[in-house]
Structure formats: C-alpha cells, structure tokens
C-alpha cells in the first residue's frame, strides 16, 4: 500500500528508506554533540591536570593498565613524527592509502594540522591537501541499517539494539580517536573509552526516543 507523508505519496520502500536516512542522520547528530561537549571539557580540564611525568611513579602505576604486547600497534613515521596506531582496522586502512595520502590523513586528523601547515609541511598548496583529504572521505562507502534492525530497536528488542550499535561500531570508534603522547614524545592514536561511554549512553537514549512516524 502507499503511505501518505506531508502530502507526499509514498511507497513503503520510500518510506522505510526515509526513516533509515533520518535515523542516521540523528545518531550522528547526537555523535557529534557528544564528541564537542567532551572536547571543551578536556579543554577545560587541562588547566588542573597534572602530567605523566610529574606525576610520582607509585601513583602512575595505580592509573595505567600498562600493555605488555609492544607488537600491537602500527608505527607509521609522518615527516620525522612516529605515530602509533592501536586499532588493527583502522591500521590496514591507512596502509592501503597512497603514502601521500596517509600522510595527508595523519596529519590532518591525529596531529591537528590544518591544511596549509600540511601544505607547507609536504611542499604542497592548501587545496592538494584539501583535496587528497576529502577524496579519502568520498572513497568510504555509505550504508545505513536496515529498516527492520531499527523498527526492532526502537520498539525495545535488546538484540536489535546491540546490533545497531554494532552497525555503528567503526563510525563511533573514529569519533573517539585522540593522540597521546608519551614522556618521550611518540604519539599513540587511541579510542578515549571515557567518550566512547558517554556516547553508548547517549544512543541508547536517542533509539528509545526515535519516533517512526507512519501518519
């Protein structure tokens, strides 16, 4: 049957497709405010932290869970700045990327440089970088959960919830990546799980609150 929205006559695959579209652009949406809230209270955090280094040895060992696998990151080297990448999968990707292009990526989203400072850095203009950049983005294929995963989710299914936040799993990963650097200035790309929390919780709240609307 047709389903009318708005004064607009629509197919059920019409609208299902709608609803998939307006479920993942609110998840994000929720994503992102979550990501800015948590960045400006690090920023505002940072005024009374204390570094690793200053810190005691006895009250840093209390703290870290310290990894004794050294083998388990990736080492990239970006114009003489090591970086180390924890995560397997995001990893692989950046070694499938032309080396410029990994460069470019690294740069931009782990070291926090702009685009003209990566410009300036490679021997390159502003809009190569940009452009590099964005056509990594592009390159990603775009897929959204099925209709039925969310209706399922949304109506309370347990299992359809953590399948969901499972779709998402990668997506939520990315927007939790910071660098850290160590006391002898490596720097590490890891998943802050503080944030990654922060946004589960989140999420569970957004799908219990998402209306399908069929009128």
Not at 57 to 63: G, P, S
Not at 116 to 125: H, Y
Request: aromatic share 10%; proline share 2%; glycine share 4%.
């Amino acid at each position: 049957h047709f389903i009318a929205k708005g004064g607009v006559i629509l197919k059920p695959s019409d609208f299902q497709k709608t609803i998939q579209c307006q479920f993942d652009c609110k998840l994000k949406k929720v994503v992102k405010g979550i990501v800015r809230n948590y960045r400006k209270e690090l920023a505002r955090r940072q005024a009374k932290e204390v570094s690793f280094c200053e810190l005691p040895e006895i009250v840093v060992e209390k703290l870290i869970v310290w990894d004794d696998y050294e083998s388990e990151y990736t080492t990239f080297d970006v114009c003489g700045t090591e970086i180390r990448v924890l995560d397997e999968e995001l990893a692989e990707a950046l070694k499938q990327l032309p080396e410029q292009s990994r460069n470019i990526v690294l740069m931009f989203f782990f070291l926090d440089m702009s685009d003209s400072e990566i410009g300036e850095k490679l021997n390159i203009n502003r809009s190569t970088s940009y452009r590099h950049r964005r056509k990594q983005m592009k390159n990603k294929q775009h897929t959204l959960p099925s209709f039925f995963l969310i209706s399922s989710a949304v109506d309370g299914n347990e299992n359809a919830i953590e399948k969901l936040l499972l779709f998402y799993e990668a997506y939520i990963s990315k927007c939790c990546l910071r660098p850290f650097y160590d006391e002898y200035g490596n720097v590490y790309i890891v998943v802050d799980m503080e944030l990654k929390g922060r946004i589960r919780e989140a999420l569970l709240k957004m799908i219990c609150e998402f209306e399908i609307d069929e009128h």
